[in-house]
């Protein structure tokens, strides 16, 4: 399995990035897909998941201001990032597992793409 992340960059606070996860090697139309971020001297934390029939879940700190999708067609997950605050600086990563459930316990990584946010 195989993920890969682009659409980072820099961006002013109240900005717009949309990051990409494209898979390779397998479908991810039967998986649970999530992004997931990690600021420097922080733990890593989930953003958004998606799974394999739509449904999704957000962290509190997204409130209203990232949709994740998923374009199983493309083979693609995405996340919409609006309203970027500096305190969304972080690496950001996309992972797949069997469903929303098992996404802490194991999975697929991808790479990272780094999200920095100016004031």
């Known amino acids: 399995v195989q993920l890969q992340a682009s659409g980072g960059g820099l961006v002013q606070a109240g900005g717009s990035l949309r990051l990409s996860c494209a898979a390779s090697?397998?479908?991810?139309?039967?998986?649970?897909m999530a992004w997931y971020r990690q600021a420097p001297g922080k733990q890593r934390e989930l953003v958004a998941a998606?799974?394999?029939?739509?449904?999704?879940n957000y962290a509190d700190f997204v409130a209203g201001r990232f949709t994740i999708s998923r374009d199983n067609a493309k083979n693609t997950v995405y996340l919409q990032m609006n309203n970027l605050k500096p305190e969304d600086t972080a690496v950001y990563y996309c992972?797949?597992?069997?469903?929303?459930?098992?996404?802490?316990?194991?999975?697929?990584w991808g790479q990272g793409t780094q999200v920095t946010v100016s004031s």
């Open positions: 090697t397998y479908t991810i139309r039967d998986y649970a």
């Open positions: 992972k797949a597992s069997l469903t929303i459930a098992t996404m802490s316990t194991f999975g697929s």
């Open positions: 998606i799974a394999s029939g739509g449904t999704t």
